[in-house]
C-alpha cells in the first residue's frame, strides 16, 4: 500500500536530482500534446453572404486537419507519452537524460507502442460513449498502461491492460485522490 505523502516525498527527491531535464521532458511533451488545441476563428465572415463553395472548403479543410490531428497523436503523441514514463521511471535510479523522452521510436518499439496506447483510448472512449463515469473509472484502471510500456514496450496491449487493471484494482479512489491533492 503506498500514501500520498510517500508518493509526493520520493517525487520530491528524485526531482531535485534531474529537476532540468524533468523540465525539459515536460515542456517537450506539453508542447507535443498542445499541438491541436487551437480554435478556428471565423468571426470576422458574413455567413449570410458566404458562398456553397467556401462553406465546403471550410468544411473539408477542417476535416482535413481534425485527420491529421488524430494522427500525430496515435503516431508522435502517443510514444512521447510512453517515452515520457520510461523517462521518469528510469529517473529513479539515476538522473536521466532527455533523449529517453524519444526511446518508442528506437526500432522494434514503436509499432507496439502506437498500437497498444491506440487500444486503450479507444477502450476508453467507447466506456465513455455509455456515460462520462465509466469513461473515468475506465481511465483509471487502465492509467498503467504507458508505465506498462515504458518498461517492456514489446508488451501486447491485452497484457498491459490486464496488468493494469490488477495493478489499478482497489487503487482507483486513491490515485483519484491523489489527483485532487495538486489541485492548488
Known amino acids: ?7 509526493k516525498n520520493d517525487a520530491k527527491i528524485t526531482l531535485h536530482n534531474c529537476f532540468g531535464n524533468s523540465i525539459l521532458a515536460c515542456l517537450v511533451i506539453s508542447a507535443v500534446s498542445n499541438i491541436g488545441n ?5 468571426n470576422n465572415m458574413d455567413y449570410d453572404r458566404i458562398s456553397i463553395g467556401a462553406l465546403f472548403t471550410i ?6 486537419m481534425s485527420v491529421i490531428l488524430i494522427l500525430v497523436k496515435i503516431f508522435l503523441t502517443n510514444p512521447l507519452t510512453v517515452g515520457c514514463s520510461h523517462f521518469f521511471l528510469s529517473s529513479r535510479i539515476r538522473p536521466s537524460r532527455v533523449e529517453q523522452v524519444g526511446f518508442c521510436f528506437k526500432s522494434g518499439r514503436y509499432g507496439n507502442v502506437c498500437k497498444a496506447i491506440f487500444m486503450t483510448n479507444l477502450f476508453i472512449n467507447l466506456w465513455s460513449l455509455l456515460f462520462i463515469i465509466p469513461g473515468v473509472y475506465k481511465s483509471y484502471q487502465y492509467r498503467m498502461v504507458p508505465y506498462l510500456l515504458a518498461e517492456n514496450p514489446n508488451m501486447d496491449y491485452r497484457r498491459a491492460l490486464e496488468l493494469s487493471t490488477a495493478m ?3 487503487e482507483k479512489l486513491e490515485a483519484f485522490v491523489l489527483d485532487l491533492s495538486f489541485i492548488g
Open 1 to 7: 500500500m503506498w500514501s500520498r505523502e510517500s508518493l
Open 38 to 42: 487551437f480554435s478556428y476563428r471565423f
Open 59 to 64: 468544411m473539408i479543410s477542417s476535416s482535413m
Open 168 to 170: 489499478m484494482d482497489g
